[in-house]
């Protein structure tokens, strides 16, 4: 809540009591103990302090933008924040100002965020800062987040895009001003690191509304003449400084030239705290410009050592295989071949006579069975030619035709054999037999068998078939009762 005077508490910001004028001493008096009646008692000075630090902590966070003067730099900040009228003392622990990316100075134009306090030791009236920004920083710190998500989203920042920087340089070319005291760094850690490397020095401003542009130029200028110039790898630098120092850093232009060039780029912009956005584009970052070199450079000591150990180890295995050819010379040199050539040579004469002979008797093997296997082919092929086969076929069938006749016959003969038994059977048991002995069929009319005298009836004609012949007759009357035994003679 505002500070309200009205609502304090023991008097301290009540306005003075005026006595009339012209007022008697009785009035006077009267007057005195009135006032004395009305007027609290008072309080000591700690309570005072207390009042008025309430009072003023109860007006709450504040930005204030004013003048620094009167710096001192230790653990904690102390200053004092001015305009043309008035001023106020400022306190920025060392937890806050450990924080911050800018530290004030003398004559700076900042805009200080805190809260204000009193200090009754002291009856100081302070700020407690928290947070200290340039005029104008706000805006650019806007313009710098909207570019870094501008650039993020289009790839500038991928790391997939970014160029390996080389193992050993030819030459690089150093981006920055000549004057500038991150040149003399450069150059000392260079002369210092890789001598051999040749450093090619492009002075350009680093402050202002030139420098972007300009920095930009020389970036395209190196990149297009890399391979001429026998440049490597660029380094972009300057010392360290505030937001507005290090903005032209901060440019399109300049984060579009880094983009574009196919030459490696090592940007080492300000101090470590600092990050500009040509640092996020660059295709590596140093905190620092001796960092940068180093991040480029080979360390000429090192390689040294590396070339000694290399040179020591390459004697070591020079004189090793030396000594491993030396014992094969020596080897070979016992070999009989090198003693007594010409019995190695009769060595391999006899063994080559060997060969020789063992080569003619598998090449008569090799025709001996070749032969056999020739001929045997020739004999299948007879086997297996249309008019041996044929021949063969037509053999076969003679065979069998005669073997199909003899057959027929036999089974002829065995048929008709056969047949004259079922005929001789045939006729032993048929009726011609019986008829021959003498015996007949008589029948009626109508060709019905007459089995019994019964069947007969008078008047009937009735045909016997004999043996030889047919005799038709009519019953005169037939006679069942004395019928004559089969075997019985006929009656005379």
């Known amino acids: 809540m505002p500070f309200d005077p009205k609502r304090a508490r023991g008097g301290l910001f009540d306005p003075p009591k005026v006595?009339?004028?012209?007022s008697g001493t009785a009035g006077s008096a009267s007057t005195s103990g009135t006032s004395?009646?009305?007027?609290?008692?008072?309080?000591?000075?700690?309570?005072?302090?207390?009042?008025i630090r309430r009072a003023v902590?109860?007006?709450?966070?504040?930005?204030?933008?004013?003048?620094?003067?009167?710096?001192?730099?230790?653990?904690?900040?102390?200053?004092?924040?001015?305009?043309?009228?008035?001023?106020?003392?400022?306190?920025?622990?060392?937890?806050?100002?450990a924080r911050s990316t800018i530290t004030p100075a003398n004559g700076m134009q900042v805009i200080l965020t805190g809260d204000p306090t009193h200090w009754g030791p002291r009856g100081r009236t302070?700020?407690?800062?928290?947070?200290?920004?340039?005029?104008?920083?706000?805006?650019?710190?806007?313009?710098?987040?909207?570019?870094?998500?501008?650039?993020?989203?289009?790839?500038?920042?991928?790391?997939?895009?970014?160029?390996?920087?080389?193992?050993?340089?030819?030459a690089i070319a150093v981006i920055t001003s000549a004057t500038g005291a991150a040149l003399q760094d450069v150059l000392r850690t260079a002369r210092l690191r890789a001598p051999f490397v040749r450093i090619l020095v492009v002075d350009v401003p680093v402050?202002?509304?030139?420098?972007?542009?300009?920095?930009?130029?020389?970036i395209d200028a190196v990149d297009r003449r890399a391979d001429e110039l026998g440049i490597d790898a660029m380094i972009v630098t300057r010392g360290g400084g505030s937001l507005e120092d290090l903005w032209a850093f901060n440019e399109r232009i300049v984060a579009d030239a880094v983009f574009r060039a196919t030459t490696p780029v090592v940007a080492a912009i300000g101090h470590e705290s600092d990050t500009t956005i040509i640092e996020l584009v660059a295709d590596q970052r140093a905190s620092t410009p001796t960092a940068a070199v180093m991040a480029l450079l080979p360390d000429s000591e090192g390689m040294t050592q590396q070339t000694d150990h290399l040179h020591d180890r390459l004697?070591?295995?020079?004189?090793?295989?030396?000594?491993?050819?030396?014992?094969?010379?020596?080897?070979?040199?016992?070999?009989?071949?090198?003693?007594?050539?010409?019995?190695?040579?009769?060595?391999?004469?006899?063994?080559?006579?060997?060969?020789?002979?063992?080569l003619a008797l598998a090449a008569r093997a090799r025709i001996n069975s070749t032969r056999?296997?020739?001929?045997?082919?020739?004999?299948?092929?007879?086997?297996?030619?249309?008019?041996?086969?044929?021949?063969?076929?037509?053999?076969?069938?003679?065979?069998?035709?005669?073997?199909?006749?003899?057959?027929?016959?036999?089974?002829?003969?065995?048929?008709?054999?056969?047949?004259?038994?079922?005929?001789?059977?045939?006729?032993?048991?048929?009726?011609?037999?019986?008829?021959?002995?003498?015996?007949?069929?008589?029948?009626?009319?109508?060709?019905?068998?007459?089995?019994?005298?019964?069947?007969?009836?008078p008047g009937q004609e009735i045909e016997s078939r004999l043996a030889d012949g047919t005799v038709r007759s009519r019953v005169i009357s037939p006679d069942v009762s004395a019928a004559p035994s089969l075997f019985d003679p006929p009656a005379g």
């Not at 710190?141 to 790839?155: A, N, P, S």
């Not at 004259?420 to 032993?428: C, E, P, S």
């Not at 037999?433 to 007969?456: C, M, N």
């Open 207 to 218: 402050q202002g509304d030139a420098a972007a542009p300009a920095i930009a130029r020389a």
């Open 19 to 22: 006595a009339a004028p012209n």
């Open 126 to 170: 302070q700020l407690v800062v928290t947070r200290v920004e340039r005029v104008g920083e706000g805006s650019l710190q806007q313009r710098y987040e909207e570019l870094c998500r501008t650039l993020r989203e289009q790839g500038y920042f991928d790391e997939a895009r970014k160029c390996p920087l080389p193992d050993y340089p030819r």
């Open 315 to 358: 004697q070591f295995l020079m004189r090793r295989r030396i000594h491993e050819l030396r014992r094969a010379v020596e080897s070979h040199a016992r070999h009989t071949m090198f003693r007594s050539p010409t019995a190695v040579i009769d060595l391999h004469r006899a063994a080559l006579l060997r060969s020789v002979a063992r």
């Open 36 to 51: 004395s009646a009305a007027v609290p008692p008072p309080i000591t000075v700690t309570e005072a302090s207390s009042v």
């Open 372 to 457: 056999h296997r020739l001929s045997d082919a020739r004999t299948r092929f007879e086997r297996h030619r249309p008019a041996a086969r044929h021949a063969a076929a037509r053999e076969r069938l003679f065979g069998l035709d005669a073997r199909l006749h003899s057959a027929a016959r036999r089974t002829i003969g065995d048929l008709r054999s056969q047949l004259a038994g079922a005929d001789r059977q045939l006729r032993l048991l048929g009726p011609g037999e019986t008829l021959a002995r003498g015996w007949s069929l008589t029948f009626a009319a109508d060709g019905t068998l007459i089995r019994s005298a019964a069947d007969a009836r």
């Open 57 to 97: 902590e109860s007006a709450g966070r504040q930005r204030i933008v004013g003048e620094v003067s009167n710096f001192t730099h230790r653990e904690h900040w102390y200053f004092t924040l001015k305009d043309d009228k008035s001023q106020l003392e400022c306190v920025m622990w060392a937890s806050a100002n």
